[in-house]
Nanobody
């Protein structure tokens, strides 16, 4: 089993920045992929950014150039630096961990972008 705990969400004005963190614990593998998904009210959960164990990254088109994903394998953590935030970035952000065919999710952290 893998446990994921997110932190760093909150309320920010348009154009502002936030940094999300996710700490993984339990049966961790350095070969796992990690990332962030989000779900806005009334919408389906969508991929925001992912990073493989080899540090290859993938971003949703809507966040390219604004968000940066990174990971610290020594600390079993993944981060999402979010800059130039827009109201449409408002959502619950979930940490994601995948190893082989198993997916794990965090409990989510709310990000609200509003003036």
């Amino acid at each position: 089993q893998v446990q994921l705990v997110e932190s760093g969400g909150g309320l920010v004005q348009p154009g502002g920045s936030l940094r999300l963190s996710c700490a993984a614990s339990g049966s961790i593998s350095s070969g796992a992929a990690m990332g962030w998904y989000r779900q806005a009210l009334g919408k389906q959960r969508e991929m925001v950014a992912t990073i493989t164990s080899g540090i290859n990254t993938n971003y949703a088109d809507s966040v390219k150039g604004r968000f940066t994903i990174s990971r610290d394998n020594a600390k079993n953590m993944v981060f999402l630096q979010m800059n130039s935030l827009k109201p449409e970035d408002t959502a619950v952000y979930y940490c994601w961990y995948r190893y082989v065919i198993r997916n794990y999710w965090g409990q989510g952290t709310q990000v609200t972008v509003s003036s």
